[in-house]
């Protein structure tokens, strides 16, 4: 059989850990089925090529759009231009019952301040500012961290502090 390994070193039958993974939400990533530590078939190697077992569609977060649980684009959806200083929270279709804390509905477009993206880690950092008296639930200030996984198709972890 073909083996594969994972960044935490363990080794398995290529088609076993491909099957393991479909069960999971997103048939790419999962955890090692040995230590529980997150795997991806964008990050595990072959262990006769060293070669990844998928090559991602795509290299990075530019042009992209990325829409929340159960949300849709424009339901605060994130919006990575070109450039991470062009990016934005978009609110065009989010809820009615969506409001800031002086009555207002959020802006359509709410951009990044003070964005980075290390795209070794695939990590992008950014506030959203909500001034009064427009802050949103008493939050002024969002701070953003979001790593996206090996095929950068979802965010894969993060936070979001306010």
Same mark, same amino acid.
Request: charged share 20%; with cysteine; glycine share 10%.
């Given at each position: 059989?073909?083996?594969?390994?994972?960044?935490?070193?363990?080794?398995?039958?290529?088609?076993?850990?491909?099957?393991?993974?479909?069960?999971?939400?997103?048939?790419?990533?999962?955890?090692?089925?040995?230590?529980?530590?997150?795997?991806?078939?964008?990050?595990?190697?072959?262990?006769?090529?060293?070669?990844?077992?998928?090559?991602?569609?795509?290299?990075?977060?530019?042009?992209?759009?990325?829409?929340?649980?159960?949300?849709?684009?424009?339901?605060?959806?994130?919006?990575?231009?070109?450039?991470?200083?062009?990016?934005?929270?978009?609110?065009?279709?989010? $809820?009615?019952?969506?409001?800031?804390?002086?009555?207002?509905?959020?802006?359509?477009?709410? $951009?990044?301040?003070?964005?980075?993206?290390?795209?070794?880690?695939?990590?992008?950092?950014?506030?959203?500012?909500?001034?009064?008296?427009?802050?949103?639930?008493?939050?002024?200030?969002?701070?953003?961290?979001?790593?996206?996984?090996?095929?950068?198709?979802?965010?894969?972890?993060?936070?979001?502090?306010?």
């Amino acid at each position: 059989a073909d083996l594969c390994i994972t960044l935490c070193n363990h080794s398995f039958c290529t088609s076993c850990l491909e099957r393991t993974l479909r069960t999971y939400l997103v048939s790419t990533s999962g955890s090692c089925p040995m230590c529980r530590e997150p795997v991806s078939l964008y990050s595990v190697v072959a262990a006769a090529t060293g070669e990844p077992l998928r090559k991602p569609r795509y290299s990075g977060i530019a042009s992209s759009i990325y829409v929340q649980h159960g949300g849709g684009v424009g339901i605060a959806s994130y919006h990575f231009a070109e450039s991470v200083d062009a990016s934005y929270i978009c609110y065009t279709a989010a $809820p009615a019952e969506w409001m800031l804390d002086d009555g207002r509905r959020p802006p359509e477009h709410k $951009p990044f301040l003070d964005a980075s993206y290390d795209a070794a880690t695939r990590t992008y950092r950014g506030s959203v500012a909500w001034p009064a008296p427009g802050t949103f639930h008493g939050d002024a200030r969002w701070e953003y961290e979001m790593i996206f996984d090996h095929g950068f198709g979802f965010i894969a972890a993060g936070q979001l502090r306010g």
